[in-house]
């Protein structure tokens, strides 16, 4: 070609590969049938293998879990018991405040009970405990079944979440909310653990 056209350059395969439909390509299809008794028992080995591991690892996997729940559950019920401690001391120190601030003024005494029974109303932190506790539960049975809950799990562990952020604005306390920190720092690592578990079976 290069002789006939009386060309200078060379003619490269780059160069020919850049040229359309000059080279193209054509699937061939054999017949594997005569292979296909060798790759058989490979494959199954190799599935079987897949799912040894999926197995192990979600044995290992529901074991932290569980071990993260027990953590979370430990903490939750640690602030149950402080919180009416620690809001019944609030309230002694609110009312010193209040007396020393009032102290030779007039005070209805009726009044001041209502609003330290309002705050205490405000500060109430029973609804959010019982649904954290719930969700907790929920979180735990998904871990003994066989259905995929990924989203579900997420979803439950983002409510969890939104529960313990509530139960430390209202609880205004400084141990309370350390153990918070705790807690959330708990869910975050199962929720990476779970996120890690599913990219490395995708």
Not at 30 to 58: C, S, T
Not at 172 to 183: F, G
Request: charged share 35%; with cysteine; aromatic share 6%.
């Amino acid at each position: 070609m290069r002789e006939r056209l009386q060309l200078k350059d060379e003619i490269t395969l780059s160069l020919l590969a850049g040229a359309k439909d000059l080279i193209t390509t054509k699937e061939e299809l054999g017949d594997i049938e005569p292979y296909w008794h060798e790759i058989l028992p490979v494959l199954r080995q190799a599935l079987k293998n897949m799912d040894d591991m999926k197995r192990i690892e979600g044995e290992s996997l529901t074991r932290d879990l569980q071990q993260r729940l027990k953590h979370i559950t430990e903490e939750l019920q640690m602030v149950k018991q402080q919180f009416p401690l620690r809001l019944k001391a609030f309230f002694t120190r609110l009312q010193d405040r209040l007396r020393s601030l009032l102290e030779g003024m007039e005070s209805d005494p009726l009044r001041f009970q209502q609003e330290v029974a309002f705050l205490a109303e405000r500060s109430d932190i029973t609804e959010e405990m019982v649904r954290a506790e719930s969700h907790l539960v929920q979180f735990g049975s998904f871990l003994e079944g066989n259905e995929p809950v990924g989203r579900k799990m997420d979803f439950l562990l983002q409510e969890i979440h939104r529960e313990v952020n509530t139960i430390s604005a209202k609880a205004n306390d400084a141990e309370i909310s350390q153990r918070v920190v705790e807690i959330k720092s708990e869910l975050e690592k199962i929720r990476n653990r779970c996120r890690t578990s599913n990219e490395f079976y995708l």
